[in-house]
């Protein structure tokens, strides 16, 4: 690090009991609180950095929720649900520890299925499964309130290094790259696989060493 940079401390300690059972988190970056989802006992839990305290939400869904987000440029929540393929912005009230509904978009049909749903600047990405078992990655303009062009996948799921089929667990996005997380299906295996954004071109892959079935990735704009 050259003189006058500053490294920012995001390790801290809070007394907190874990069942062990899976769970998604997203982080508002600007009030600097965590929304945390139990995908066993369908509840959300609130995480301050500023008070170090945890809290339940006061949310009821029978619903189980594929994943959870946030937008930095709508100031939103978004999460997407696995059997009835709803896609909901929402915002969370701090002071009642309530979610509140801001709105539904109707992305996918009835008979298809999501994989995952990430927001990245004015753009829903939604990668999920049609009717006839064809992986598809679809695009929303949430300024327009219009579809774009989708990718069609139906040929690229195979991963001719280990000469074996691969299914998408999750991935991210930016202006550059778009970066899938795979399972191998025949293999206990875990690889990303970066692709470029504008020709859908292989750039790169690697393999996830000591990963243990992986549900999700992040990463940054840089």
Known sequence: ???GDSMLNILIKIPYTHNRTPRLMCFN????????YSLSSHQFEYLSLNSRQI??????????ILNIGYSTMYHLFYLSTRK??????FRFNEESKQIEIEQEIELIREKDHFINVHIYENIIYF???????IVTFGKYDLE????????NFEKKLYDYEDKCP?????FTINNSFICFLIQLKSKKKSKIIIYDYENMDKLHSFELIDAVKP????????
Request: glycine share 0%; charged share 20%; no cysteine.
């Open 1 to 3: 690090m050259s003189e």
């Open 29 to 36: 970056e600007e009030e600097k609180y965590f929304l945390i």
């Open 55 to 64: 809290s339940p939400i006061d949310y009821s869904s029978d619903e189980f």
């Open 84 to 89: 009835t393929n709803h896609f909901v912005l």
């Open 127 to 133: 990668l999920y499964l049609t009717s006839s078992s």
């Open 144 to 151: 327009s309130s219009s579809f774009l062009p989708s990718i």
């Open 166 to 170: 691969y299914k998408i667990i999750d």
């Open 215 to 222: 549900i999700s990735i992040i990463s940054t704009e840089k």
